[in-house]
């Protein structure tokens, strides 16, 4: 079997695997943040970085809702990691955003961050900080979840189905959930043009 073959076998597998009733959580809980008119602060790193970019887009643009990617502030994000440490990027981006308990934060992770390991330390404490504030959090990860499943209200846990493509494939189902979710009926408010 060719590698791209066994890739998408891979893939059909975690598709096969995902939780239906867990993604429809995640939706209740976007639904709740409209109804309460809260602000969606959407976190990863990396790859995850690159699909809150993205996600924060389509739910801003198709969903209506007010959504933020401290990542997209390259200034702030270089600013804070120079002056401040790796670990506050996210808290001191929430702290200046006065994040609250209307507000819904949403972690985008393979691992989920692992203080512990020294793994997305700002991740690890910007779930702290939500804590803190009283902010639900959701999360899209992969693994164990790490932090990100461990603090979540409700959570989509991509199945692993081959240690060495743990980290392409949930980042791939990171994006597919983000865009069922964006096109959900009880989510999407303005139909994509294509």
Aim: aromatic share 6%; with cysteine.
């Amino acid at each position: 079997m060719s590698f791209s073959a066994a890739f998408v076998a891979r893939a059909r597998e975690a598709l096969d695997g995902l939780s239906c009733d867990s993604i429809e959580h995640l939706v209740d809980e976007l639904v709740g943040l409209r109804e309460r008119e809260g602000r969606l602060f959407v976190l990863g790193v990396g790859g995850s970085a690159a699909n809150a970019s993205h996600a924060v887009n389509d739910f801003r643009k198709l969903c209506g809702l007010e959504a933020y990617a401290p990542t997209d502030n390259v200034a702030e994000l270089t600013a804070r990691t120079n002056d401040e440490g790796w670990e506050t990027t996210f808290t001191g981006w929430l702290r200046t955003s006065r994040l609250g308990a209307r507000d819904l934060v949403m972690v985008l992770s393979v691992g989920g961050g692992d203080r512990a390991r020294n793994v997305s330390p700002n991740l690890v404490a910007a779930l702290e900080l939500a804590a803190d504030c009283a902010t639900p959090v959701v999360a899209i990860v992969g693994r164990d979840g790490g932090a990100a499943l461990r603090s979540a209200r409700t959570s989509v846990l991509v199945p692993v189905v081959e240690a060495g493509l743990v980290t392409p494939i949930t980042e791939a189902f990171q994006s597919l959930v983000l865009h069922l979710l964006v096109s959900h009926p009880r989510l999407q408010r303005s139909a994509t043009k294509w």
